[in-house]
Structure formats: C-alpha cells, structure tokens
C-alpha cells in the first residue's frame, strides 16, 4: 500500500535515470550477469553494452561473474574501450551442462546479480540436443536463478545465427529450432514479479560479415548485438533501479 503510494509520487517514466543518478550509491547500483558460453565469454558485446549505457547516463551498474573477459580487452574502431568484464560466460558450455552440473546456483550466491543477459545453447544444437531437453535446462536455470533472487530479470535472447557450412545445416536448422521455442517459453514462464524480455540477436545477423569464423561475433557482429540489447536492457535497468531506490527512500523514512 505505501510502495504504491510511492510509486504514483515517484512513477518510472519521470527522469528516472535523472533521479538515479543524484543517488548513484551502493544501495542503487544494479548488478548484471552476462551468461553463456563463449559468445559471452571472449566477445565484446558486453563492453559496446556497457558503453552505449554509460554515455546514456546508466552509470549505476556493475557487470557480475566469476572472471574477467576478454584477456585482451576490447576495442571499437581501434579505441579501447574500458568497461567492467566480469562475466558468467564459460566457452564451449551447453545450458544443459550448467543445468547437468548445478554450476549456476554457487555463482549465482557469490555474484548476487538483479539482472541476467542469457545467451546460451549454441553448443547444444552443434551437440544435436533436442529441442525439448534444452528448454528443461532452462526452465531449471530460470528456477535456480529465482531461488537466489525472486525478482530476477531476465534478458533472453535468441541465439544468433552460426554458418551452416561450417556447422553443418542440421546445426543451423537446431539453432533456429531452439529460437522458434524461446519465443513460447518466454510467454509462459515470464511473471510481473520476475520478468524475461526476448531480445532477438538473430533477425538481421548476418553470419557471413558479422562473424569471425561463422561462429564467434567479429567487431561488426558485436556492435550489433550491443545495439540489440540495449533498449530492452536499459528499460529494465530503469525498472529495477526505480525499485531499489524506492527501497531506500523507504528505509529513510522509515
Ligand atoms: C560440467 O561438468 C563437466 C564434467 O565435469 C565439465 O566438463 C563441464 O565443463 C561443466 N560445464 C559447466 C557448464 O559447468
Ligand atoms: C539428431 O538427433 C535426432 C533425434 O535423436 C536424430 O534423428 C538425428 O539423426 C540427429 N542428427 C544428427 C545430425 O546427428
């Protein structure tokens, strides 16, 4: 009753990133997990992300993981650009290994992230992993991670496209197979209090200029994944930091 009360006074669409950053401390920082396999992990997505959100004056964020990458850093047009590597991004990882081995839950309590940006499976559909045992892996994962945070956000993102030359068209067809699937289980298992937001990273991918080797994002493909997320990443962060600084307002008063 009260929070609602507070939440006509301060609603989400007034300068939200404004008042946010006046209060820019500890109690308000969001924290993001970057999650998934070596388009996670030694790609440079995650460092145009970060970019694009601090020029956009989204300051109070820190990117969680157990490791910083990638070793050599990042650049975009031959500038370095600094941003927070940590990251959950482990290379040649299924999402039915991490649901296999219950990776998640430890990393999860060490890194307490607000916010999850999901891209996982690749590995699963070039190991032929059917369709189904993919999305019990995630429907596992989106409970380990609720377990930890019952107010986790979610971004789930389509898997981008791989060279069906290289991989294999089998593989190709997988991947698309897997995304088709997401778009259902994103409907039904998203909830008002934790919710998951689709970002498709595979309309307007081009794996032939926008890969290095029909697989791994090259700059190109990078910056257009960076590009992607970035709405749909920075309407949640808005989200979650209105709540956080709703939560310390309350605390003051109270
Ligand atoms: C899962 O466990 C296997 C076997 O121990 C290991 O090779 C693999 O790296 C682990 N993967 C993840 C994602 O935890
Ligand atoms: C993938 O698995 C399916 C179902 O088990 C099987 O029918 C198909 O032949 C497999 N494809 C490849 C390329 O191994």
Redesign the pocket.
Known sequence: MITYTLGLLIPASVGAAALLNTRADAATTVKVMPFGASIVEITCWRAYLWKKLQDSGITNIDFVGSHGTPAAGCTLNGQTVNFDEDNEGHSGAKVTDYANNNSLPRWLSAAEPDMIIMHVGTNDAAA?V?TANVFSAYDKLIGQMRTANPRTSLIASKLIPIDPSLF?Q?VADKVNDYNYAMEGWVKRTTTAQSPIVLVDLNTGFDYKTMTREGEHPNEKGDVFMAEKLFPKVKDQLVELSVQKLMGEVMGELR
């Open positions: 032929n059917s294999g089998s």
